[in-house]
């Protein structure tokens, strides 16, 4: 199937095929916690949804912890005769404070019984008979993996899951679960979901090259930076009112470093140059990465995301792809700058 502008991508060794560009649903459902105050109403929401559709988008990402249940309700009643047209995936494993108090996402465990009754009730919620891909929210070392993905393993084969995914693993837990399910003969890993944008590129040390290895899809999530590639800064990095970082000043303090200002005015340079949105050169720039799967966007108005899209038409020169690699590229660290410094190239 081929959406429009672009080629579907398989995910790992999966039978789903979706296009390099998916609509993650964080900003949809009025949140009461974490995301209060930053989410698109559900008239916008169903807006960017249809618009989705229409595009060619087939993969659909939420997760059960988002506005605490409300946006897995929001898509249900959404999918109705869609249902067949998009690959919905979603998750397990965090939760947000029941007290209505605003703070991050805590753990919730991936104990096999709490594993199904939420896998369960997602369904419910979801209004439907299957969930393409279940993802594993966040790694959690007091399970036996192996149990946590043997109960996936069973809603497989009841029909209720199709394809299992891994999220905010470490490099050497995501191989842990691949050893797993390869020495049990478990369902394989099909997605690995992880934050990637230029302006954070941690994951390349190890969660990148590790998912290759295992025969996953990277699925990137947080690809603007909560919106800094967006330009919702200007150059001393103050915020854009009532954009996310003016909501979130603390995760401003550590985006808007002279590092990724520096990288951020570049970025505004290819678009000017290509007469593009901001966004669309950060996005284009992950686009041309060959371990990409798919661009998780997220967005809380219309034309946002329709400026998102307008990466898929975008196509970044290798000169400029090498510019925006060497102005994003972060302090590696020990061994990686080791091994690059006596090889006399990258540590890849």
């Excluded at 897995?72 to 005769?81: D, H």
């Excluded at 070392?141 to 043997?150: F, K, N, R, Y």
């Excluded at 700058?337 to 006399?344: E, M």
């Amino acid at each position: 199937m081929t959406g429009a502008g672009w080629t579907d991508r398989r995910l790992g060794q999966s039978d789903l095929a979706v296009a390099p560009l998916a609509l993650g649903t964080m900003t949809f459902g009025a949140s009461s916690t974490y995301m209060r105050g930053v989410t698109a109403d559900d008239h916008e929401a169903l807006a960017i949804l249809d618009c989705a559709l229409s595009e060619g988008v087939t993969l659909i990402d939420t997760a059960n912890s988002y506005s605490q249940g409300l946006t897995e309700t929001l898509l249900g009643q959404w999918l109705g005769p869609r249902r067949k047209s998009v690959v919905l995936a979603t998750k397990v494993g965090m939760v947000i404070s029941e007290t209505g108090t605003p703070g991050p996402p805590i753990p919730q465990g991936l104990h096999p019984d709490l594993v199904r009754r939420s896998c369960e009730a997602s369904l419910k919620r979801l209004a439907t008979d299957w969930i393409d891909l279940f993802h594993l929210h966040m790694q959690d070392t007091s399970v036996p993996i192996a149990d946590t993905l043997g109960v996936c393993h069973d809603l497989i084969r009841e029909g209720k899951i199709r394809h299992i995914g891994l999220s905010n693993y470490t490099g050497v837990r995501l191989m842990e679960a691949v050893h797993a399910s390869r020495a049990d003969g478990l369902a394989s890993i099909a997605t690995v979901q992880a934050q990637w944008s230029l302006a954070v590129r941690d994951a390349e040390r190890e969660m990148v090259p590790a998912a290759q290895l295992a025969g996953a899809s990277l699925l990137a999530w947080s690809p603007l930076a909560r919106g800094f590639l967006s330009g919702a800064v200007d150059p001393e990095g103050t915020p854009r009112r009532g954009s996310r970082l003016d909501a979130w000043r603390p995760s401003l303090q550590t985006t808007a470093t002279p590092r990724n200002l520096a990288l951020l005015a570049t970025v505004k340079s290819l678009a000017n140059a290509h007469s593009k949105p901001v966004s669309a050169v950060a996005l284009a720039w992950l686009l041309a990465r060959p371990e990409l799967g798919a661009v998780i966007l997220g967005a809380r108005t219309l034309a946002q995301f329709v400026d998102n899209l307008e990466a898929r038409n975008l196509h970044l020169s290798r000169d400029e792809l090498l510019l925006l690699d060497a102005t994003s590229a972060p302090e590696w660290g020990y061994p990686y700058s080791f091994v690059a410094a006596l090889t006399g190239g990258s540590w890849r």
